[in-house]
């Protein structure tokens, strides 16, 4: 690992990086609330211009200090060919969210909408939280950000929820806290195994070759301890409840980060502190997590194709998209994981662009959200027709767009060692061109509805928010050799099945 | 016992001198100054108590520590004296910049006696925190008691500050009445009432005569007696009332100082004197911290008074505390030493927020009432803020490393079980803390939005700022401040 990087201490560099958006939400403070947006978005850029320079660097960098020694707490940043497609995808979602209009914030016609600048420090401070695991070197200081990502969620839930905040972000909250802190537990038994291997309690000593040697009985409860604190963020299915609500009850930019970003820090965790960490621990749950996953890409759509709300059905074919993610890394193959890594990002962008639709779609209704109240819109907006196509078409996985590429590999990959798995998960691929077709079809074609009337078709700032996104569906979809390059090299330095 | 004090002798009580000779100051103080307007005097009162507090902090600073005990084995003179002084003299401080404030806001009778009484308690605890023998434990706890039951009544015109008194007395001395009893049978076992002898004593007669009733019985009653100063369940049930009864200054009092002394004289008993004979102990606290954290946490659930909240949950915080003395290994001690120093710290900070809100006949502290407050009040709202998330244990505050270390002392030690039911029962204290930390940034409901005028603001602000700042201190800087601990918990099994 090198420990420069442009010349410059990484750990310095990264810190930057990292701390960024943190400092920009106290930095908000002492904003006005009208100017709140544009420095909001101005640390995003800023962001995201810091965030993409690492990809001239060299391809792993970091540096540590000490922080608390007696528990192997270091202060160790870094970043590699797995993490830099979460921490891009994490920069570029956040001016994502950050430039959609602040009005988004609250339902139409909303009396309170709340502030401005809570909802940007909060959304800033979130994305600190999630950069934070991904670029975490050490054990605990992983789990630092995994539960500094709480608050800020736990807060735009709360506040910003369309109907009944409070309740949903408690229940998002004590989900994820238990989860996490069970987590805990098992990070404190990885302290413990490495002391009963002679490394001191010291957890950062398993993420080096002594992580695959520690006995399989151990392996299998430590990489239980982490399974559980993912399975509710991913979330896995008996641990979805508090997801369906929080996604569509939520403002569309924090459902973009809440579900574009925070869930792939669950799926970043369970391959670098789970999969890389206790090969044998995986295998044995192997079973287990890949049937939970197919079970959640079944059910995901079918709740999608029964949902009635759209920005419900958005949040349901989440679901089912990241069992994709969860089977595929629970295969563990190099071509799986490296579809799961790839995936991510493409789950992401996807999923952005349909709750920022959503968004859209609801605001030309009136505030409809019920897929009853839309349709027959093709002929009216015709360039929102088509963009709304091209991500349906990404999200159903059209070969040729990104959500095929990842889907693809993620299933050659599991075929070699789950290949009843794969089965199932056919089974899902089948439902999401059911479903993808089904909300166009409600959307855009059939009778038009009389909801829809004063708005015009995609405005330049629509198109200017959703134009990333289709780039990247359109550009990974071509080549996603652009990230699974460097991945597959790197993943072909560990041994794996 | 050998008569002959030394210098060194009295050195190493200089701490307790200093707050003894504050008490008395601060006394004849209130006397020359009647005359004054009452708020000259409170403020004159707090700066002197405030004074004698650095000072004892100080001189104990950077004084000479020994490596063992003053006047014949009844002071402890170590780094684990010096530690715990040093948590009490700092919870102490902050008590008194919570306390003037709230005297002057609610316009509390008798401010003379009031801080005298808290200084006695103080001094009673630092006592306590420090003993080496039974008798200077045994000291320590009385001269706490007994301030406190007065301080507890202090708000005469309240009836439950009345009701928390009586309560408070009657129980705490039953309580006091089995733990002398369990020294007096330690002493028929053993001989001895200092804790080193005892613990020697104690390892010679388990060896001979294989443990028998009597000395179980003087463990289980010295451990039952100390548990009801921890309000460690089931001798917790005077706790809420007390807690709630108390004008909010004193229930910090009550918190964070007997809870600390207290742990620091269960950590040189148990751990220390005791440690090698830990089969006869380890049950009966293993106990406690179970019954304590499902308990106490069970019980806050249900809570709508905010100051009740923090009784029942500081309950549950004693069974983590608990928790790592079970683990009987000097990691487990110095995570409990941590602890109790962020313990003190974040308490400070949300109890210093509800004596900054409650008002002279006790309301004003209701958990609807906080819903808000970020508006009205943006620095206690931030203030609490960071004290309820610290409380939960959520990383990188002081209070997820005080989990930090009593857990991974606990799973270090083959207890994995206790530290899976610490984080399942912190889980659950996520519900009752984080509703109101977030509740603080919602907006108000329309009937709790008119604040009382508040003529001490900057005042009450003050303490629960600082306890923040010091909260988030012992997460970021964590490291020495943990090597410390470290280094005190070292000594005291020797």
Redesign the interface.
Known sequence: MVETIFGIPALGYLSLVLWLPLIGAVGLALVRERAARGVALVVALAESVLAALLLLGPGAVGGSM??????G?RYALQTDALALPFVLLAAGLLVVAVAAPPSWRAALGER?P?PVR?YYAALLALTTGMLGVFLAGSV?LF??FW??M??PA??LL??FARVD??RI??RF??YT??GG??M??GL??M??AA?AYGAG?NPDALLGSLGGQIDGDTQFWLFAAILAGVAVKIPLVPFHSWQPESYAEAPAPVAVILAGVMAKTAIYVLIRFGVLVFPAGALAWQPVVATLAVIGIVYGALAALAAREFPRVVAYVSLSHMGFLALGVAAGTQQALAGAVLQAVNHGVIIAGLFLLAAMLERRASGARSLAAYGGWAARWPRLATVFLLVALGALGLPGLSGFSGEFLILLGTYRVLPWAVVGALVGVILAAWYAVRFYQATMHGPETPAAGARADLTRAEALLLAPLLAAIVIIGLAPGLITGSLFAWLGTLRLP | MDLNFTAADWAAVAPHLILAGTVLVVMLADLLLSAMRSRAIVAILAGLSLVGVVAAGLVALWGPVGGGAAFGGMVATDPAALYVTETLLIGGALVLLVSAPYIERVGMAHPGEFFALALAALLGMLVLGTAAHFMTLFLGLEMLSLALYVLAGFAGGRHHSREAAIKYFLLSSFATGFLLYGIALLYGVTGHTGLADVGAGLRTAAQQSGGGLMMLAGVGLVAGGLAFKVSAVPFHMWTPDVYQGAPAPVTLLMAVGTKAAAFAAILRVFYGALGAGAAGWQPILYALAVLTMVGGNLLALPQRDFKRLLAYSSIAHAGYLLIGVVANTSAGAAGVLYYLLAYTVMNAGAFGVVAALEQADGSGVALAGLRGLAARRPWLALALFVSLVSLVGIPPLGGFFGKLGVFGAAVQAGHAELALLGVVMSAVSGYYYLRPAVALYLPALSSSTTSPPDRARWGSILAPVVAAAGTILLGLAAGPLYAWAAQAAEVLRR
């Open positions: 000490d922080w608390l020694p007696a528990f707490l309170n709340g809570g605990f789990y630092i539960e500094l709480l608050l736990y807060y709360a506040r905040g409070p972000a408690l909250v004590l806290l238990a802190l069970l805990l537990v404190l038994g302290g413990a002391d309690f």
